[in-house]
């Protein structure tokens, strides 16, 4: 028997990928979780964005309940009510005129690529394959997806680079114009507010003057949304700060509000080559998915819920520049977008967060670019945002006396 040295503290059979904390999560509700040991958690990570509504969501809870006595699974060789009313509801909330679900944020972004060659292919232009990515995005952890984004420590070691995958560099106009004036330019994907990255949000006039060139040459636009969109940013939308729209776009974490659903959405344009047989997925738009995931889009959309976004964003916005100001030797901006919050520090950012988990029992995510993330619960109280302000404002604290010590 094969036992694998994960890390120090435990031996177990799980693939050693993950550096994991040392906390065993048995159960969660809101924004709080409580390990094994009882210990009380206040959560800022969400499963990365992913449980946007809160932990153990009573209407997801009954949306699940009610769904898993009725039927799980059928595939997608029937019809699928659930998949056609949340495709309804998806389309009725945003450019696109057509969905294809699928079970998590990179075979949504997969599906994505594969839209944009196949529409490029089916409308005489078969040339046009190429994918042009940014640096510092991050697409998921397929094939397509880990060449899109060309992150080196994601693609190291798993063959050569795939035909057809390039980089630009964020403020390279040059390099971007050629790009989308390039013959065999397919698409340009690219998350409005970069979530693994490190936050950093793309100014809204670069969105703009991207698609104004996309238009002009025939080139379409991915946005990869599936951390920022979903209400996290203050619009349902990431993109519609920028008052335009992709030809497609990947959207999973909040979908299913902490159910593994994704979906990539596209015009009637963009989605045109995408004819029957050319893509498919077994467990992809489930019914026991699509009942949570219409559960949570009911709740996900309600003006509410935005405005809560926005109103607790500005006060968490507000107090960390105030916490910037107060530990400059601990913090050195403060960037994102609404609830998708990156604080980046002078300390290893790693050591941080478990500092703010011992010490604070502050649930915080890593990010690029020596971030963390703060990525809350979509419906915080104020009362919650102040103690999580409260909480990392300890650890701030508490990492420079141990930087004096
Ligand atoms: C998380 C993420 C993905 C990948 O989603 P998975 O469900 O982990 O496959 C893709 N794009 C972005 C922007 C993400 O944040």
């Not at 699509?290 to 889009?297: D, H, I, N």
Request: aromatic letters at 8%.
């Amino acid at each position: 028997m094969c036992v694998l040295e994960v890390q120090s503290v435990s031996v177990n059979h799980l693939m050693g990928v993950y550096n994991r904390a040392p906390l065993e999560v048995d159960r969660g509700r809101g924004a709080r979780l409580w390990a094994k040991d009882g210990t009380e958690y206040l959560d800022m990570v969400s499963g990365i964005s992913t449980n946007a509504l809160g932990h153990a969501n009573p209407i997801l809870v009954e949306a699940v309940k009610a769904q898993a006595e009725k039927l799980w699974h059928v595939s997608n060789i029937f019809r699928i009510p659930g998949q056609e009313e949340l495709a309804d509801k998806l389309c009725e909330h945003s450019f696109a005129d057509a969905v294809f679900f699928t079970n998590s944020g990179t075979e949504a972004v997969e599906c994505a690529i594969k839209t944009a060659r196949r529409y490029h292919f089916h409308n005489g232009a078969p040339e046009r394959i190429d994918i042009y990515g940014f640096d510092g995005s991050f697409h998921g952890r397929t094939y397509g997806a880990i060449n899109a984004a060309a992150n080196p420590a994601y693609t190291n070691g798993f063959g050569p680079p795939m035909e057809g995958f390039h980089q630009l560099v964020w403020g390279d106009h040059e390099a971007l114009k050629a790009a989308i004036a390039a013959p065999t330019t397919a698409a340009i994907i690219v998350e409005p507010v970069q979530g693994e990255g490190g936050c950093r949000a793309i100014p809204e006039h670069c969105l703009r003057s991207l698609r104004e060139l996309c238009d002009e040459h025939g080139v379409l636009i991915i946005f990869d949304e599936v951390q920022c969109g979903m209400g996290r940013t203050g619009k349902l939308w990431a993109h519609e700060w920028a008052g335009i729209a992709p030809d497609i776009m990947a959207i999973a974490k909040a979908l299913g509000g902490g159910f593994p659903v994704g979906a990539c959405l596209a015009s009637a344009k963009a989605a045109s080559g995408m004819t029957v047989g050319v893509h498919g997925s077994t467990f992809g738009g489930n019914p026991l998915a699509m009942a949570v995931g219409l559960a949570a889009f009911g709740e996900l959309v309600k003006p509410e819920l935005i405005a809560n976004v926005n109103e607790v964003a500005g006060y968490l916005k507000q107090q960390f520049v105030g916490l910037q100001e107060r530990f400059p030797d601990i913090i050195v901006d403060v960037r994102g977008k609404g609830l998708l919050i990156g604080v980046k520090l002078v300390p290893n950012n790693r050591d941080f967060m478990a500092l703010a988990r011992d010490d604070q029992h502050l649930l915080i995510a890593g990010g690029g670019d020596n971030c963390c993330r703060i990525l809350p619960p979509l419906n915080l109280t104020i009362e919650e945002a102040r103690e999580a302000v409260r909480r990392f404002e300890g650890a701030c604290e508490t990492a420079r006396k141990q930087m004096a010590g």
